[in-house]
Structures are given as structure tokens and as C-alpha cells.
């Protein structure tokens, strides 16, 4: 009882009131990674009934008890099993042989064929290799061989058998018994030990019904496939679960996260050609890339995944020398709907190509990406911080100094109440380039700390460390885009962020390379913009208020920064022609709107999924 | 550890009475260890190992459920590690059976190859204690729990005494259990204490004393005082005062310019330290460190320069 409450971390605190063991108030944790399995050893009906209460094994030695005390004890077992509302399957039954014992497999195969026994262990010395080996390669397959043929088919499943107190937590509506055999074994339920690192993202507490989590192309098409029986149910597709959104997870539906597919393979030296897996992490991405000399911009924090930024844009801290990662984007494998695997680029599904740069997540889970990465030798990485008692002098300012930037140079601003934090990168190991090209910026405001150093992008990248994703409640998160600074947009943002409605107010910079790139290249359309705007804040109500001023000054919104469920973004987000080239190719990939919880694109025939 | 001692002297810099117990000079790092990211503690030990400190150390809470349980942490980062000496700073004995942890700690110095040292409290955090089902020890009794530990650590230790190891205390009472595995080296037991009567225990019974410089609450000097109360006790009990080891755990940045005590640039650390080894006999420095740069600077370029300073006034100085 100490031990499964110890590993309870749903609590805060748990207590534990025994004779022998006592919990008072004690921390539970840290989180388990899978359930650990709890096997009790014993020969006598107080352990096996204890065991049938409890535990998830039972070992007991077959010299001890013979083939009748196995019995009559397995019976011990089942009772107390029953009695404490448990499944009897609950509990492995384990036997320790003799070195004799493996030689008579008629007799093993009836252990398990009669007695319910999954698992064998044979006492042998550590000398006697021989032995071992016989086991390991003549009798164990010969047992696992008698056995199937002696049982009806699948009673040998791997699908783990979960306690009584798990399955309680299982939510309505999912046919837990009927997930793919090939998912059952990574997949995470509510009761299970590893739920808590699975259920929420870095921003938004979730609390979903299942997370599958295939580990290969094929795994995905399955999860797909359990997916459209579960049509009345949320679905989020997760990479990284990094997303402020925070699309990726739900109240009591399904997750599909592809954290597992996180290759990472150079195709094409040359051509620096490189295949990411959608479940690989931006600091992976960039750890990888860096022993070439080679970088792919990506956002602002390496701990974002792969999956759910490529599919939307990628506005990233070499966003105006080279582009968004989108940009870099020549081949995507993605699972549709209906589960098909299809590879777009430029010459194969080319709509799909086109639609999968900005609006990605309507269309399938996108498993692999094929980009051409930058050659980028060592950057220069700032971190300036400013005095700014006026938000909308410093606004116009930074506004004037960025239109006037080269494009080696990416600020991105965070403006608070009274200060500004610029982190910049310069896309140059020159440090005349990089000086000359922040001087301007340093004269914006009084610098109270700054900090500039030469380093390789994955230092930027890796610069914070890996966090646990234990977001609580709904983020509130709003974008736009402006093309300027104008000083009706300064006046609006400096109301919101003196309003206090907001406690981050975000301006990436975009235009350079991004602008290159023609609008309807892509599903992403804001090519035209030179400034991203995100603001977070607590109270939707609230930041709506402040924030629709800002918005009267600007224009679309960019998905990733976007927590609004409100139809109307949508047509924020893509002009109409844009969304009329999605709606057409979502009807005849996803008719029937199996991907509808990330920014829903409705198929452009009236095939929507019931809502209830 | 226990490593040979200098002929030492007393021949401190200032005028004040100093104390110089003639250890040669050990210096350390002192871990979080945090079980998120998972495998950071242990970097920082290999990070510690390989900018050749001589120790990495871990604090030991086991009812804190956002560290890694130390006694495993210590395992895993004797196997990740090749040269150094780790140590829990300190153990938590009421959570951890002294007979057991006898053998937990002789089994790691085997496998380690001699790299294991038992850093030892009292006991701390009664109520995080008592909440993991451990004993509630008032300040008397923990001492008391301490010394009959010791005795029994010891007791497993000792191979070369013949017949079960029997101690019959009020807080353990051990009967007739089997002596051994002896550890591979002297494992040093290093009691972290404040308090007259724990500095008494750890003149009459340890080979090392272990303090936190933030819990002196009259700063370096009080070290002094505590400094007697051991040799008084060691001597008492037939020792002698350098049979104890004084370490000491600090903290500390580097700066480009000095703005207080170990709150400068490394030269400025290093007749800091030295003054210290010189006036307080202290010869085990373990910073407070989760950070890869501060730890590599400590090692290379205060350890050594301590080093010289102190042979230097010690009248040992090689200089090559």
C-alpha cells in the first residue's frame, strides 16, 4: 500500500495507515515512466491471497509446492481476486523450475495450458551456460509453440492486463479492449503510471481518454484507423506537445502522439537534404545539424516539436535570412484520414504539398519531413534589456530600426510594463556585422543589461533546459500580424499591456526571405508581414477587451500562436481564396472531418461529423 | 580518501591563533539531485569527474519526491564516472537502516573500485521523515541513533574482528548479524554537525566533519569554536585532531570583480580558500554547483591555485 501510494502522483500528498508501514502526508512521486510491476513471492495462502488482493504477480517455486499446491493455491489466488472486484487475469502467475524440471516440456506446456502460468524461471548456476541455452532457444519457443496450439487463438495476447483501480479511470465512449494489438502495449490510459507525463501540454491541462502512441509509419496508419471509430470523440495529434493552442490534448478523447518517429537522417550531403521525424524535438533537430555546419530555423525554444510547427510555418530566429521552416519543406509523408500513408512534394499530391505548409493539421498526421537545411556557420545570439516607460515610443522605434535592418537579423521583443527584452540573432560569426547591426537597436531605450555572444543556432536552441509538460487549465493566447508599426497599433499595445490583461506581449519580426515567397506558394499567406504579434493572457474575456484594438490594426493570425475556437479565426487565418483551395482538397481527403480539432477547415461539401 | 597526511605546521598567514591540521587539500562539488531532467545530476558528476575534482557529492532527502533517491543516484554515477570519489552530503540516517546502508556503501566501494565515502546526519526534517514512515527523533536521541549507527557500521566493516556483530542500542538493536563485506578502501564516515554534543560524537567517532558554510550562524569564525569542541573530544578519546577531516560546503560565483566572499574572480577564490585551509584547518572544499562552467573553473583554476597558496605558507610548496 505504501508503494502504490507513493507512486500515485495524480495527489499532493498521500498517507498510508498500517501496523507495520506508515505514509503521513508524504510527497508522492516521481512519476513513473511505466507501470513497475509488483510480484510477490510466497509459498503459503496468506501471500497467494495477499497476492490475488494486490500485487500484479505471483512467483512461487514448483519444488516447493508441486503441481497440486500450484493448484490449489492458483485457486487461493483466484478467490481473492474475485473478492476484491479484480479480474483474475490481473495477476501473472510465475513458477521457478528445477534444473529438471526443463527437460519434460509436455509437463511445462501443461503449466501454462492448466494452470494459468506466464512465466517461467529456471533455477540454474551461473556456470551451466548450457542449460541456459537450451532453455533460451529449444524450450521456451517449444512451450510458447505447445501452448498456442493448446489455447484458443489469442489468449497469449502481450496486451497488458490492467488492474481493477486503472481500469475505473477509463473514460466513455473508447473501446479500450479493442485497441490494435500492435498499440496496446505503449498506449496510456488514465490509470496508468505514465498518464501524467502524457496528458497535458506545456500550456493547457488535459485530461484525454487514450494516448496511442505509435512507433512506426504503420503504427500511425493504425492509430488513425482507431481514430475514425471514434468519430464523437476529440482527437489531438501531438509532436512535441509544445503547442499554445494546446490542440494537442483533450478532455476525454484521443491523442495520437508521434514522439516516437524522431529520426533524424542526412539523405543528401550535398544537397543538405536532411528527413526529420514529426516526433523529434527543435534541439534535437539542431544538435544534429550543427557537426555539418548547418541549420534549420525553427521557433524561439528547442523543446518544440517537429510535427506541429512544420505543418503550420515556423517562425524562427532565422526567419528573415532564410525563411520559415516551411519554406525549406520539399517532401512530406503524411497518414490520411482513411489511413493511407501519401508522399507530397512538388511533383507528387501537390495540393496536398501546397496545403500541408500552413494548414497541415486538417489534412492527416504528418509522420517524416524532407527539408533543405541553411548552411549557417556560428551566429551572434543578444539578449539586450531596455528601460521602456512608454510602450508606444519604444513600439514605433523598434518599428523605425527594424525596416531599416538587414535581413541577417532577427529580433524578437517582448514588451512588459516599464521593459523590453530583445533577443536577437545575427546570422554572422563577424562580430563588426554583429555589432553594426544591433547598435541601432541598443539606442532604442536606456539599455539596463545586455549580453552578446558568438555561438553555434543549437546553443541558442539548447539554451534552455527540457521541461515537463504539466500545463494547467486553458491558455488564453491571441495573434496577428501587421505589415508596420503604425502608431494607432503602438497606442492599442501599449493599452493592452498597461492594462495588465496580458502578461506576455510577443513581436517576432518576419518579411525578408519570408516575403520572397509568394502568397499563394503555401497555405501560410502572411508573406506581406513584417511583425508577428502573440499575447497571453489569463482571462479570454478580459484580454479580448485590449486585444481587439491591437487587432483593428492588423491583420490574419498565425496558427501555433492562436487559442480562439471561434469560427471567425479561420477566415483569419486564410484569405478567402486560400480557404476555398482548402476546403476543396479537406472534401476529398478528409470528407467526413476525422482532423477538426486543430483550426477546422469544414470540407467544402456539407459532410461534417456529428456533434455530439 | 583518507589520504596521507603533510607534516604539518602551524604557520598561518594572519596573527590570529590558526589551525592547521595538515590534510592535503580535497576539493568537491555538491549536486542537486534532481530527477528532472533526468539524467542531469549524473552529468554534473561526470562533468565533475573529468575536470578532475576529487569528490562529487549529493544531498540526501528521501521524502523529497523531486529528487532521485540518493544511495541509487550514487550507483548509477559511480558506473557513469571513472576516478572520482562520490559521497551522499549527507545521508539521511533515520530513512536508512545502518546495517543495511553498512552494506550498500561496501558493496559500492567493491564495485567502485574504492570511490565510495559515507557523508552521515542525524537527521533533519522530522516531519519528512516521520510522513515516510521513519522514527520522530528529538535532538538528543538522533545523536544517540547516530553514534549506535556508526558502531554498527563499523561493525559490518570489520571483517577482521571474528563472531557476529552484535549492538544492542535503544534505537538499534542488532543481534548477532554477519560481518561483511569490507569495503574496498578506508570509507571515510563524515558526519555533517553544528551542535557541542554532534561535534563531540564526531571527534570521539568520525573521520571526517562536514558543515554547510550557510548554516554557521556567526560566519567563518564560529568554525573555531567548533573546531574545539572535536579536538577536545578527540583527544579525550585518545585521538588526535587530524584524525578528522574538516571539509566544508560553500557556495559561490565568479565575477569579474570582487563583491564579497567567493563573489569574485578566481584568484580572488583562491586566497579566500586558502585563508581558510590556513586558519580553520579545513582541507575538503565542496561547492554548491549544478552548473558545468562553474564547476570546470573551480577545478581548474581555484583548486590548483589553493593549492599552491597553502603549500606556499605551509613551507611545502613545490614549484616546478
Known amino acids: ?18 501496523t507495520h508501514h506508515r505514509l503521513a502526508d508524504a510527497e508522492p512521486g516521481p512519476a513513473l515512466e511505466r507501470d513497475v510491476p509488483l510480484w510477490l513471492q510466497g509459498s503459503d495462502t496468506a501471500v497467494a491471497a495477499l497476492a490475488g488482493r494486490l500485487a500484479d504477480g505471483w512467483m512461487v517455486d514448483l519444488e516447493e509446492v508441486g503441481l497440486e499446491g500450484l493448484a490449489t493455491l492458483n485457486e487461493v489466488l483466484d478467490h481473492a481476486a474475485t473478492d476484491a472486484g479484480r479480474d483474475a487475469r490481473e495477476v501473472r502467475r510465475s513458477v521457478t523450475l528445477a534444473r529438471g524440471d526443463a527437460a519434460d516440456i509436455s509437463a511445462l506446456v501443461a503449466l501454462v495450458v492448466d494452470h494459468g502460468v506466464s512465466s517461467l524461471v529456471l533455477r540454474v548456476g551461473t556456470d551451466d551456460v548450457t542449460t541456459l541455452r537450451t532453455f533460451l532457444d529449444d524450450v521456451a519457443p517449444a512451450i510458447r509453440e505447445g501452448a498456442e496450439r493448446a489455447l484458443p487463438q489469442g489468449a497469449l495476447s502481450s496486451r497488458p492486463v490492467r488492474r481493477a483501480d486503472a481500469r475505473a479511470r477509463r473514460r466513455p465512449g473508447i473501446a479500450y479492449n479493442e485497441v490494435p494489438e500492435e498499440l496496446a502495449g505503449t498506449a496510456v490510459e488514465p490509470g496508468d503510471a505514465a498518464f501524467g507525463k502524457v496528458r497535458s501540454t506545456y500550456l493547457r491541462g488535459g485530461d484525454p481518454g487514450l494516448v496511442l502512441r505509435p512507433r512506426t509509419v504503420a503504427e500511425v496508419a493504425s492509430a488513425v484507423g482507431f481514430a475514425r471509430e471514434h468519430m464523437h470523440l476529440p482527437l489531438g495529434i501531438r509532436s512535441g506537445g509544445h503547442g499554445i493552442s494546446g490542440r494537442s490534448t483533450n478532455d476525454g478523447g484521443l491523442v495520437i502522439d508521434v514522439g516516437g518517429l524522431d529520426d533524424i537522417t542526412v539523405l543528401d550531403e550535398a544537397a543538405r537534404l536532411v528527413r526529420i521525424g514529426a516526433g523529434a ?10 557537426p555539418h555546419g548547418w541549420a534549420l530555423s525553427s521557433g524561439d525554444y528547442g523543446g518544440v516539436g517537429v510535427g506541429g510547427l512544420a505543418t503550420a510555418g515556423g517562425i524562427g530566429f532565422l526567419s528573415r535570412k532564410h525563411g520559415l521552416t516551411i519554406d525549406h519543406l520539399r517532401a512530406v509523408d503524411m497518414v490520411l484520414a482513411d489511413g493511407t500513408v501519401v508522399r507530397a512534394s512538388a511533383t507528387e499530391n501537390t495540393e496536398l504539398f501546397w496545403a500541408a505548409r500552413g494548414a497541415g493539421a486538417n489534412f492527416g498526421v504528418a509522420v ?8 549557417v556557420d556560428e551566429v551572434g545570439w543578444a539578449q539586450l534589456a531596455f528601460q521602456a516607460p512608454d510602450p508606444a515610443a519604444y513600439l514605433e522605434a523598434f518599428g523605425r530600426v527594424v525596416a531599416d535592418t538587414p535581413r541577417e537579423t532577427t529580433p524578437f521583443l517582448i514588451l512588459g510594463q516599464g521593459v523590453a527584452q530583445l533577443m536577437a540573432m545575427v546570422d554572422s560569426s563577424d562580430p563588426g556585422v554583429i555589432v553594426s547591426q544591433l547598435q541601432p537597436f541598443a539606442e532604442i531605450a536606456p539599455l539596463v543589461q545586455q549580453q552578446v555572444v558568438i555561438a553555434p543556432y543549437a546553443a541558442v536552441m539548447n539554451m534552455f533546459p527540457e521541461t515537463a509538460h504539466n500545463g494547467r487549465g486553458e491558455p488564453v493566447s491571441r495573434s496577428a500580424f501587421t505589415r508596420e508599426i503604425t ?7 501599449a493599452d493592452l499591456i ?29 508573406r506581406d508581414a513584417n511583425f508577428a504579434l502573440a499575447v497571453m493572457g489569463s482571462n479570454a474575456q478580459r484580454l479580448d477587451r485590449w486585444f481587439e484594438p491591437v487587432r483593428r490594426h492588423a491583420s490574419g493570425l498565425y496558427l501555433s500562436f492562436e487559442s480562439d475556437r471561434h469560427p471567425d479565426r479561420i477566415a483569419d487565418a486564410f484569405p478567402p481564396a486560400t480557404l476555398d483551395r482548402l476546403r476543396r482538397l479537406k472534401a476529398k481527403l478528409d470528407p467526413h472531418n476525422l482532423f477538426q480539432d486543430n483550426f477546422n477547415i469544414l470540407p467544402a461539401h456539407d459532410h461534417t461529423r456529428s456533434a455530439t | 580518501m583518507n589520504t596521507g597526511t603533510n607534516s604539518g605546521t602551524n604557520t598561518g598567514a594572519s596573527t590570529d591563533v590558526t589551525i592547521d591540521y595538515g590534510h592535503d ?3 568537491g562539488t555538491f549536486v542537486t539531485p534532481t530527477n528532472h ?5 549524473v552529468e554534473q558528476a561526470v562533468v565533475a569527474d573529468r575536470a578532475g575534482l576529487d569528490l562529487v557529492t549529493f544531498q540526501d532527502h528521501p521524502y523529497v519526491a523531486r529528487f532521485h533517491d540518493t544511495s541509487t543516484l550514487l550507483a548509477y554515477a559511480a558506473a557513469r564516472t571513472e576516478r572520482i570519489h562520490l559521497s551522499a552530503n549527507v545521508t539521511n540516517l533515520p530513512l536508512r537502516p545502518p546495517a543495511v546502508l553498512a552494506r550498500a556503501i561496501a558493496t559500492l566501494d567493491l564495485l567502485s573500485g574504492g570511490r565510495i565515502e559515507l557523508g552521515i546526519g542525524a537527521g533533519a526534517f522530522w516531519d519528512g521523515v516521520a510522513g515516510m514512515g521513519g522514527p520522530r527523533r528529538g535532538p538528543g536521541e538522533s545523536i544517540e541513533a547516530l553514534e549506535e549507527a556508526i558502531a554498527i557500521i563499523r561493525g559490518v566493516w570489520n571483517t577482521g574482528e571474528s563472531g557476529a556483530l552484535s549492538v544492542r542500542g535503544q534505537h538499534y538493536d542488532v543481534r548477532g548479524a554477519k560481518r561483511g563485506p569490507a569495503p574496498a578502501h578506508p570509507v571515510g564516515i563524515w558526519v555533517g554537525a553544528y551542535k557541542p554534543r554532534i561535534l563531540r560524537l564526531v571527534g ?27 579536538d577536545e573530544s578527540a583527544h579525550a578519546a585518545g585521538r588526535e585532531p587530524r584524525d578528522i577531516r574538516r571539509f566544508l560546503n560553500i557556495g559561490g560565483q565568479f565575477a569579474a570583480q570582487g563583491r564579497g566572499f567567493l563573489q569574485g574572480p578566481p584568484s580572488q577564490w583562491a586566497e579566500e580558500l586558502a585563508e581558510v585551509a590556513l586558519t580553520y584547518g579545513t582541507s575538503g572544499f565542496i561547492l554548491a554547483s549544478d552548473d558545468t562552467a562553474l564547476t570546470q573553473t573551480f577545478a581548474a583554476e581555484v583548486a590548483p591555485a589553493v593549492r599552491e597558496l597553502v603549500a606556499d605558507a605551509r613551507g611545502t610548496g613545490r614549484h616546478e
Open chain 1, 281 to 290: 524535438r527543435w534541439r534535437d533537430v539542431a544538435r544534429a545539424l550543427q
Open chain 2, 25 to 27: 587539500l580535497l576539493f
Open chain 1, 498 to 526: 498597461r492594462s495588465g490583461a496580458s502578461h506576455w506581449y510577443q513581436i517576432r519580426t518576419v518579411g525578408g526571405a519570408v516575403a520572397d515567397i509568394a502568397p499563394d506558394a503555401t497555405a501560410y499567406t502572411h
Open chain 2, 204 to 230: 570521539r567517532a568520525a573521520d571526517g566533519w562536514l558543515p554547510s558554510i550557510q548554516y554557521l550562524q556567526k560566519g567563518l569564525p564560529e568554525l573555531a569554536e567548533m573546531n574545539s569542541h572535536i
Open chain 1, 1 to 18: 500500500m505504501v508503494i502504490r501510494a507513493l507512486q500515485d502522483t495524480t495527489r499532493d500528498q498521500v498517507s498510508s495507515a498500517g
Open chain 1, 487 to 493: 502608431p494607432g497599433f503602438a497606442s492599442a499595445s
Open chain 2, 37 to 41: 531532467p533526468v539524467h542531469q545530476a
Open chain 1, 368 to 375: 517524416a519531413f524532407e527539408f533543405v537545411v541553411d548552411e
